[in-house]
């Protein structure tokens, strides 16, 4: 969704819409439902509201998908690139505020409602938080039980050994 700045009503404008949204360039797109409200103040643009969407995560642990419940609030305010006046720079003081920059007179929803995801999602997802990942050597989600690596595990040293045993017992 694009919204045209010059073209947003003096009064407001106030939008629910379901967006297609992929967090990732690979991931697979999910549907978010969006509510935002846009105000405008000149060539100023202030854009609040919220964001749910269930988002595909992969496990940081186990490597499994899973899904992961996301509800962000935002409110964002729009200059035009390049075009930060004096007089702009004391309201930007408040903290509240997210400060974004448009250019030729669009703002693209799906980039601030990506962007908002992002911010709130975990940085290493967790499918749950008694996960217990998989066994580096033998692959086996180990939530699912215990596998026999640690018990046996391979002196790497002693392979070219081995294999020059076997080698020589070919060759008798
Ligand atoms: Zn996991
Ligand atoms: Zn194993």
Do not use: W
């Not at 496990?59 to 004096?86: D, M, Q, T, W």
């Not at 007179?105 to 997802?125: A, G």
């Amino acid at each position: 969704m694009r919204l045209i700045v010059s073209s947003i009503p003096e009064n407001g404008l106030q939008q629910e819409m379901e967006l297609p949204i992929a967090l990732e360039d690979d991931a697979c797109t999910n549907n978010a439902h969006v509510f935002i409200k846009v105000l405008r103040f000149g060539r100023r643009v202030l854009v609040e509201g919220s964001v749910k969407m269930s988002a595909a995560l992969v496990c940081s642990r186990c490597l499994k998908k899973f899904s992961y419940p996301l509800n962000v609030s935002f409110k964002e305010e729009y200059v035009p690139a390049g075009e930060i006046s004096e007089e702009g720079e004391h309201e930007l003081t408040n903290k509240e505020l997210d400060l974004g920059f448009y250019s030729n007179d669009e703002i693209y929803v799906e980039d601030l409602i990506r962007e908002q995801l992002l911010l709130s999602s975990p940085m290493k997802p967790l499918c749950s938080s008694d996960c217990q990942g998989i066994c580096p050597i033998c692959g086996k989600d180990l939530t699912e039980g215990s596998c026999e690596c640690k018990e046996e595990e391979i002196d790497e040293r002693l392979i070219p050994l081995k294999k020059f045993k076997e080698q020589f017992s070919n060759k008798e």
